[in-house]
């Protein structure tokens, strides 16, 4: 029986090879296709249902129910059986389908007299682009065999959608249609470039094996070298972590899975070509991980990913090179990337759109730093876009545009021009002081994380580095940097910054921020758990090994170190107390002292504005971590886009906390700041700088804007603004700031 079903198997693959071959367009391949299909299995039916749109599925194909139904009948996603194949990604076979739970009787089609049903998905790694079919009068379940076999004829079925057999109906985009996708802005800007794929789709052109012995030695000879490969890493790799090389010991065991390899050889057995059985491997195994509920399991998507993907270049030739030289202006399309890729790419991107990602994660912030704009959540668009095509990323709104309409392209052609022409004006401002028409004046600083930043300190007109932020450099290696790379570092960055002060956070790690050495630790909250300081005054060897850099760098000079992710006064005092002991350390060995040296706060959390006089007594300066106390003071998660825009800065009750914190400094002459993506944005700058606050630190593309808008107000008369909305009990202020704003010019 099974030499049976592996021939009729080859069979109806080498049929459904011919159909991709034969001439004719999309529908009469699709016709022929159910046909041979339903011929193979001995059914009176077989049908395609493909995609129309993310939640739509289309009858497109059928032999055996009536014809009229075809690109009449329509379901969304999770109605009746059909739709519950696509939703899940797991076949449904039952002897009875109108007794299953959500069946949908669809009378146009005829179907009712054929009760036995077999549903499998028609899709590839993690895109569902359909769902296979097939019906019988016979009441029965489908065998065991039967369903791997529909399941071996729906692979087949993905890599000829993959290939453009069936352009215009619904299975695949034409890769040369305007298409638009909504994700979330990570990072402001807007950019016209062409599609640079971070990791090239694999194409398989040959999904029908004719030999099935070639095949499995294709397979055993490929696995082979992926398990060298592997192992290669395993012996290079210096990794200071277990958890680190424990990812690559699971790497190996996983590329010596017996399982995982009998698996692909079934499918070749029934017809696939090596290739084709790794894909189809890949598609299954990420259906079942996407589903569960373990996120430690779901995060192991992309190491997977890895290796299945590695052995598809393998088996097909097809690297990373793939002979196109990137171009002049490149715009990185990618699933996800880590800190240390985007690095390599640095500043010759214009800028980013990942399918997964978030507003905090690594990539983030190095886009922020490279000033470049970037959209995460950007659904498919790895499946739909090809290296070349033009792509518009509007940063602001989270909205991309790929291979757009001509008068899409001009009306974004003109906003960048108009930006441009902005960034001339603010260029000859920027020896210029911040001082408003009624004589304030504010100090402008940048924040800054890598060396690439010290640039932007001239040409910006910064008056320092308001925040450095000394995490990228354990985010972007395999390994903890060492004592003397860090003090290098450090002494690089006080070199580059020419006199100007440069303030060090230390250290602030965990929540959307983990060291790839560093162990997971499950939390349900991170952004509230075992993070920044915390993690410091736990793991003290660390944090004492980046003071002594820090101290090692400054000699000399003045030091200036914060830290992060203050929650009570004892927390600080703790910490300073670390500093005084490395201080006293450096000087007994020898070493050459800073000047001087401040010691301040992040104020991250609202328990610390209410500290004891006694904590504002022991800062010699505070700085507003406004990012994070935002989402705290509003109980709204920044990564959350249902509920992270629905709270304004310009709200009064958040504006009068600030408005608190700057008069409490004040009391005790402690210098603030305000640090964060609100000091950027104009409206909000002159604002918090009408509240009282005279330092602000933003990215450096922003110094231009806020300079600009300030030198342009009269801070005592927006004042007025602010305590009239008082008055008035307004709950926000930003329509009585943007019409005073819009009164100013």
Known sequence: MQDRTESESRRLLRRLRDTLAAPGDGQARLNSITHHIADSMRTQVCSIYLFRDPDTLELCATEGLRAQAVHKTRLRLGEGLVGRVARTGQPVNTANAPAQPGFRYMPETGEEVFPSFLGVPIQRVGEKLGVLVVQSREAREFSEDEVYGLEVAAMVLAEMAELGAFLGHGARPEHRLAAVFRGVPAQEGAAEGQVWLHEPRVVITNPVGDDPEKERARLAEAVAMLRQTVDEMVSSADLASDEGRGVLETYRMFTRSRSWLRRMEEDIDLGLSAEAAVDKEQSHARARLESTADPYLRERLHDLDDLWNRLLRILTGQGRDTGIPMPDNPILVARNIGPAELLEYGRRLRGVVLEDGSVGSHAAIVARTLAIPLVVHAGRITAEALSGDTILVDGDSGVVHLRPEDSVAAAFRERIAMQAKAMQRYAGLRDLPATTKC???????????????????????????????????????????????????????????????????????????????????????????????????????????????????????????????????????????????????????????????????????????????????????????????KQFFFAADRENERVRRRYDTLSLPYLGFIEMIVHRCAEHGVPLSFCGEDAGRPPEAAVLAALGLRTLSMRPASIGPVKALLRSIDLTALREVIEEGRALGVTCLRPAVTRFLADAG
């Open 439 to 629: 004589g304030t004046t504010l100090r402008l600083c940048m924040n800054a994380g890598l060396m690439a930043d010290l640039p932007s300190l001239i040409s910006s007109g910064a008056e320092g580095v308001g925040l450095f932020r000394t995490e990228l450099q354990f985010l972007i290696r395999t390994r903890v940097p060492q004592r003397a790379e860090l003090a290098a570092s450090y002494r690089r960055v006080m070199d580059n910054a020419r006199g100007r002060p440069v303030v060090f956070r230390t250290l602030d790690i965990g929540s959307d921020k983990i060291l790839p050495y560093m162990k997971r630790i499950e939390e349900p909250n991170p952004a509230m758990g075992w993070r920044a300081i915390r993690v410091g005054l736990d793991k003290r060897g660390v944090l004492k090994m980046q003071l002594q850099a820090l101290i090692r760098a400054a000699a000399g000079r003045e030091l200036n170190v914060m830290f992060p992710f203050i929650a009570d006064g004892d927390e600080f005092a703790c910490a300073r107390g670390m500093l005084t002991e490395q201080l006293e350390r450096e000087a007994a060995l020898g070493h050459q002292m800073p000047t001087a040296v401040k010691v301040g706060a992040m104020l991250e959390t609202p328990s610390l504005a209410f500290a004891s006089d006694g904590f504002f007594r022991s800062c010699d300066f505070i700085s507003i971590g406004g990012n994070d106390l």
